[in-house]
Protein backbone atom coordinates (compact mmCIF):
# COMPACT_ATOMS: atom_id res chain seq x y z
CA UNK A 1 0.00 0.00 0.00
CA UNK A 2 0.97 3.56 -0.38
CA UNK A 3 -0.20 5.07 2.41
CA UNK A 4 1.22 6.30 5.59
CA UNK A 5 2.72 4.03 7.78
CA UNK A 6 4.18 3.81 11.49
CA UNK A 7 5.72 1.97 13.57
CA UNK A 8 5.68 0.37 16.03
CA UNK A 9 2.08 0.56 16.44
CA UNK A 10 2.22 -0.15 19.86
CA UNK A 11 4.96 0.54 22.37
CA UNK A 12 5.21 -0.12 25.99
CA UNK A 13 7.72 1.45 27.91
CA UNK A 14 8.92 2.37 31.28
CA UNK A 15 8.88 5.91 33.14
CA UNK A 16 12.75 7.77 32.34
CA UNK A 17 13.26 6.05 29.56
CA UNK A 18 13.44 7.53 25.81
CA UNK A 19 11.05 6.12 23.04
CA UNK A 20 11.13 6.98 19.07
CA UNK A 21 8.48 7.08 17.05
CA UNK A 22 8.77 7.07 13.08
CA UNK A 23 7.00 7.95 10.47
CA UNK A 24 6.59 7.31 6.82
CA UNK A 25 4.84 9.58 4.83
CA UNK A 26 3.09 9.27 1.31
CA UNK A 27 6.12 9.43 -1.31
CA UNK A 28 6.27 12.97 -2.48
CA UNK A 29 4.32 14.75 0.03
CA UNK A 30 5.88 17.43 1.15
CA UNK A 31 4.08 18.27 4.53
CA UNK A 32 4.16 15.80 7.46
CA UNK A 33 2.60 16.73 10.27
CA UNK A 34 2.52 15.26 14.42
CA UNK A 35 -0.47 14.87 16.57
CA UNK A 36 -1.35 13.04 19.78
CA UNK A 37 -4.51 11.89 20.89
CA UNK A 38 -4.70 11.33 24.50
CA UNK A 39 -7.63 8.84 26.11
CA UNK A 40 -10.89 10.73 25.43
CA UNK A 41 -9.79 14.12 23.83
CA UNK A 42 -8.93 15.34 20.41
CA UNK A 43 -6.30 15.46 18.41
CA UNK A 44 -3.54 17.32 19.61
CA UNK A 45 -1.18 19.32 16.87
CA UNK A 46 2.76 18.77 17.68
CA UNK A 47 4.49 19.70 14.73
CA UNK A 48 4.59 20.44 11.29
CA UNK A 49 7.02 20.10 8.90
CA UNK A 50 6.68 21.77 5.09
CA UNK A 51 9.60 20.56 2.19
CA UNK A 52 12.42 22.40 3.57
CA UNK A 53 11.20 25.17 5.48
CA UNK A 54 11.86 25.36 9.21
CA UNK A 55 9.86 23.25 11.18
CA UNK A 56 6.69 25.04 13.03
CA UNK A 57 7.45 23.60 16.22
CA UNK A 58 5.07 25.64 18.59
CA UNK A 59 2.66 22.89 19.63
CA UNK A 60 5.45 20.40 21.43
CA UNK A 61 4.94 20.03 25.13
CA UNK A 62 8.08 20.30 26.20
CA UNK A 63 11.58 20.16 25.55
CA UNK A 64 11.86 16.69 26.13
CA UNK A 65 10.06 16.32 22.88
CA UNK A 66 11.65 16.33 19.27
CA UNK A 67 11.08 15.45 16.02
CA UNK A 68 13.63 15.55 12.65
CA UNK A 69 12.38 14.80 8.95
CA UNK A 70 15.05 14.16 6.62
CA UNK A 71 13.68 16.04 3.64
CA UNK A 72 10.62 15.03 2.65
CA UNK A 73 10.66 11.27 3.72
CA UNK A 74 11.01 9.64 7.00
CA UNK A 75 9.87 11.21 10.53
CA UNK A 76 11.23 10.76 13.78
CA UNK A 77 9.17 11.98 17.25
CA UNK A 78 11.39 11.40 20.15
CA UNK A 79 10.28 11.88 23.63
CA UNK A 80 13.08 11.47 26.14
CA UNK A 81 12.58 10.92 29.56
CA UNK A 82 9.27 9.70 29.45
CA UNK A 83 6.40 10.51 31.56
CA UNK A 84 3.06 8.82 32.22
CA UNK A 85 1.43 11.79 31.32
CA UNK A 86 2.84 10.98 27.70
CA UNK A 87 0.87 8.13 27.56
CA UNK A 88 -1.12 8.47 24.24
CA UNK A 89 -1.76 7.67 20.72
CA UNK A 90 0.37 9.22 18.22
CA UNK A 91 -0.44 10.03 14.75
CA UNK A 92 1.20 10.95 11.67
CA UNK A 93 0.01 12.52 8.78
CA UNK A 94 1.22 13.57 5.14
CA UNK A 95 -0.31 15.76 2.64
CA UNK A 96 0.72 17.30 -0.85
CA UNK A 97 -1.53 20.09 -1.26
CA UNK A 98 -4.16 22.11 -0.20
CA UNK A 99 -5.63 20.84 3.21
CA UNK A 100 -6.16 17.71 2.90
CA UNK A 101 -4.27 15.18 5.29
CA UNK A 102 -3.11 11.66 4.93
CA UNK A 103 -2.98 9.70 8.32
CA UNK A 104 -1.45 7.16 9.53
CA UNK A 105 -2.50 4.38 12.10
CA UNK A 106 -0.72 5.48 14.53
CA UNK A 107 1.31 4.38 17.47
CA UNK A 108 -0.23 3.59 21.09
CA UNK A 109 1.97 4.76 23.95
CA UNK A 110 1.86 3.28 27.13
CA UNK A 111 4.43 4.52 29.71
CA UNK A 112 4.07 2.23 32.78
CA UNK B 1 -7.82 26.51 25.51
CA UNK B 2 -10.08 24.32 22.92
CA UNK B 3 -10.65 26.48 19.77
CA UNK B 4 -12.71 23.73 18.76
CA UNK B 5 -15.36 22.50 20.26
CA UNK B 6 -17.57 19.20 20.09
CA UNK B 7 -19.79 19.25 22.89
CA UNK B 8 -21.64 16.12 22.11
CA UNK B 9 -19.05 12.87 22.93
CA UNK B 10 -22.02 10.53 21.43
CA UNK B 11 -24.97 10.55 19.02
CA UNK B 12 -27.40 7.53 18.59
CA UNK B 13 -29.03 7.66 15.18
CA UNK B 14 -31.80 5.10 13.42
CA UNK B 15 -30.72 3.83 9.81
CA UNK B 16 -32.13 5.93 7.22
CA UNK B 17 -32.65 8.99 9.79
CA UNK B 18 -30.22 11.88 9.34
CA UNK B 19 -27.29 12.49 11.51
CA UNK B 20 -26.30 15.44 12.88
CA UNK B 21 -22.94 16.10 14.25
CA UNK B 22 -22.40 19.42 15.42
CA UNK B 23 -18.75 21.68 16.44
CA UNK B 24 -18.64 25.58 17.40
CA UNK B 25 -15.07 27.60 17.10
CA UNK B 26 -13.94 30.48 18.24
CA UNK B 27 -10.92 31.59 15.89
CA UNK B 28 -12.51 34.19 13.36
CA UNK B 29 -9.43 33.62 12.03
CA UNK B 30 -10.11 29.92 10.76
CA UNK B 31 -10.05 29.80 6.98
CA UNK B 32 -10.62 26.07 5.93
CA UNK B 33 -12.60 23.47 7.84
CA UNK B 34 -12.57 19.82 7.31
CA UNK B 35 -14.47 16.83 8.82
CA UNK B 36 -12.29 13.40 9.45
CA UNK B 37 -14.07 9.96 10.21
CA UNK B 38 -12.29 7.44 12.56
CA UNK B 39 -12.47 3.79 12.80
CA UNK B 40 -11.12 2.02 15.92
CA UNK B 41 -7.27 0.92 15.41
CA UNK B 42 -7.36 3.33 12.60
CA UNK B 43 -6.11 7.02 11.80
CA UNK B 44 -8.74 10.27 10.71
CA UNK B 45 -9.92 9.39 6.85
CA UNK B 46 -10.73 12.70 5.57
CA UNK B 47 -14.56 13.09 4.56
CA UNK B 48 -15.29 16.71 3.79
CA UNK B 49 -14.17 20.49 3.53
CA UNK B 50 -15.53 23.69 3.54
CA UNK B 51 -13.75 26.95 2.96
CA UNK B 52 -14.51 29.99 4.84
CA UNK B 53 -15.97 31.92 1.89
CA UNK B 54 -18.76 29.10 1.38
CA UNK B 55 -21.77 28.17 3.88
CA UNK B 56 -22.46 24.60 2.44
CA UNK B 57 -21.09 22.00 1.06
CA UNK B 58 -22.06 18.98 -0.42
CA UNK B 59 -20.67 15.13 -1.37
CA UNK B 60 -23.51 12.50 -1.44
CA UNK B 61 -24.90 11.74 1.26
CA UNK B 62 -22.55 14.21 3.21
CA UNK B 63 -23.15 17.70 3.54
CA UNK B 64 -20.98 20.84 5.53
CA UNK B 65 -23.00 23.20 6.98
CA UNK B 66 -21.58 26.82 8.34
CA UNK B 67 -22.26 29.46 10.09
CA UNK B 68 -19.57 32.12 9.92
CA UNK B 69 -21.50 34.40 12.13
CA UNK B 70 -22.21 31.92 15.05
CA UNK B 71 -19.01 30.29 14.51
CA UNK B 72 -21.08 27.03 14.22
CA UNK B 73 -19.94 24.13 11.45
CA UNK B 74 -22.55 20.74 11.00
CA UNK B 75 -21.89 17.52 9.17
CA UNK B 76 -25.50 16.38 7.79
CA UNK B 77 -24.98 12.40 6.64
CA UNK B 78 -28.38 11.28 5.30
CA UNK B 79 -29.12 8.73 4.78
CA UNK B 80 -27.08 7.55 7.69
CA UNK B 81 -26.13 3.61 7.44
CA UNK B 82 -24.68 1.40 10.05
CA UNK B 83 -21.19 1.73 8.26
CA UNK B 84 -21.18 5.39 9.01
CA UNK B 85 -20.21 4.29 12.83
CA UNK B 86 -17.45 5.57 13.78
CA UNK B 87 -15.82 8.86 15.45
CA UNK B 88 -16.46 12.15 13.83
CA UNK B 89 -13.58 14.96 14.21
CA UNK B 90 -13.99 18.16 12.87
CA UNK B 91 -10.70 20.48 12.13
CA UNK B 92 -10.30 24.07 11.30
CA UNK B 93 -6.90 25.42 9.84
CA UNK B 94 -5.32 28.71 10.29
CA UNK B 95 -1.66 29.60 9.07
CA UNK B 96 -1.35 26.25 8.26
CA UNK B 97 -1.92 24.74 11.59
CA UNK B 98 -4.68 22.27 11.99
CA UNK B 99 -6.83 22.61 15.37
CA UNK B 100 -9.25 19.62 16.00
CA UNK B 101 -12.19 18.84 18.44
CA UNK B 102 -12.72 15.84 20.64
CA UNK B 103 -15.01 14.06 18.32
CA UNK B 104 -18.17 12.87 18.29
CA UNK B 105 -19.02 8.68 18.45
CA UNK B 106 -22.11 8.52 15.75
CA UNK B 107 -23.84 5.16 16.24
CA UNK B 108 -26.22 4.11 13.76
CA UNK B 109 -28.59 1.45 14.90
CA UNK B 110 -29.93 -0.92 12.13
Redesign the interface.
Known amino acids: GAGVSQSPSNKVTEKGKDVELRCDPISGHTALYWYRQRLGQGLEFLIYFQGNSAPDKSGLPSDRFSAERTGESVSTLTIQRTQQEDSAVYLCASSLRGYEQYFGPGTRLTVT | D ?1 Q ?1 K ?1 NS ?1 SLSVQEGRISILNCDYTNSMFD ?1 F ?1 W ?1 KKYP ?6 LI ?1 ISSIKDKNEDGRFTVFLNKSAKHLSLHIVPSQPGDSAVY ?1 C ?1 A ?1 SF ?8 TKLNVKP
Request: hydrophobic share 35%.
Open positions: QVQPYLYAEGPTFSFAINKFYFGSG
